[in-house]
């Protein structure tokens, strides 16, 4: 039994230690913003925050959360308001088939919670999240949308 803090609640989860993290979130918890993409940590649609920071949940065993705090994209939002990011996502249209854009959103907000005011090269270095549709460059848009927000 894992004892995990997702989204800000305590969750108990039947899985064995080496479970991935996405599993659990998606088949266990039933958060399914949190997508499977390739498996291998390479594309970033299971981007989540563990205590803050971007990480591809497909790659982290439940052994190695201990008492870390996981958010995913159904947590982002507080106080019945969206994140900033999830807003200039809208505002730019970003998302076309849309399959990435919750781990690209996460990837995003934990950009600007660092770097509150990135360059179009810091967004290039640190934004490594693959969309199929390329919506690169409203994603650039949306980027600097939040940051003025």
């Known amino acids: 039994m894992a004892r995990l803090n997702i989204n800000g609640i305590n969750r ?33 649609a299971c981007t989540v925050h563990i205590d803050g920071v971007a990480t591809r949940s497909c790659s982290v065993p439940i052994s190695a959360l201990g008492s870390k705090k996981v958010t995913t994209i159904e947590g982002l939002a507080a106080n019945g308001s969206l994140h900033e990011v999830q807003q200039a996502w809208i505002d730019n249209d970003v998302p076309q088939c849309g399959y990435c854009q919750s781990g690209m959103i996460m990837a995003v907000a934990a950009l600007l919670k660092d770097n509150p005011k990135p360059t179009d090269a810091d967004i ?25 927000a």
């Open 12 to 44: 108990d989860a039947d899985v064995e230690p080496e479970t991935p993290l996405l599993w659990v979130i998606r088949e266990q918890l039933g958060l399914t913003g949190t997508k499977y993409g390739c498996g291998i940590a390479q594309c970033g």
């Open 124 to 148: 290039d270095s640190t934004i490594t999240n693959i969309c199929r549709c390329g919506t690169y460059q409203q994603v650039r848009e949306a980027i600097h949308a939040a940051a003025k």
